[in-house]
């Protein structure tokens, strides 16, 4: 594998910390963030997000996978639910220094049972 390739994998359980670091990563670069998280530190971050990747790696309602590059690290990740009237919400930790009204907005069961209604099963990270 070349420099600037990268290979798709399932993820393992102990990547989950990476993972959950490359996430914060991400995120942290989106227009969004101030409002949903106007001051979550990277550690609280972390912490709930490696709980979150935990409770989709070797679930049969989720997926939890890595890019890797040529050197093994962790570039990219992607688990989640797939959502459906039949499968539960995961219940991560709360993050501290969240906004709780974004929280509620992102994680409210009528929300979502309306969108599966509308669009069918789909990933819900």
Excluded at 23 to 46: A, G, H, I, K, M
Excluded at 82 to 101: H, N
Excluded at 103 to 111: C, S
Aim: aromatic letters at 10%; hydrophobic letters at 40%.
């Amino acid at each position: 594998m070349s420099e600037s390739q990268f290979a798709i994998r399932q993820a393992l359980e102990h990547e989950a910390p990476q993972m959950a670091t490359v996430l914060y990563q991400s995120y942290r670069l989106l227009d969004y963030w101030p409002t949903c998280f106007p001051s979550v530190q990277e550690d609280n971050w972390v912490d709930s997000q490696t709980d979150f990747c935990l409770q989709h790696i070797g679930e049969r309602s989720s997926l939890a996978f890595v890019a890797t590059d040529a050197r093994g690290r962790i570039v990219g990740v992607i688990c989640g639910t797939f959502l459906s009237k039949t499968v539960a919400l995961p219940t991560g930790k709360p993050i501290m220094g969240m906004d709780i009204e974004e929280a509620r907005k992102m994680n409210n069961v009528p929300y979502h049972s309306t969108l599966t209604e509308k669009f069918g099963e789909f990933l819900c990270e």
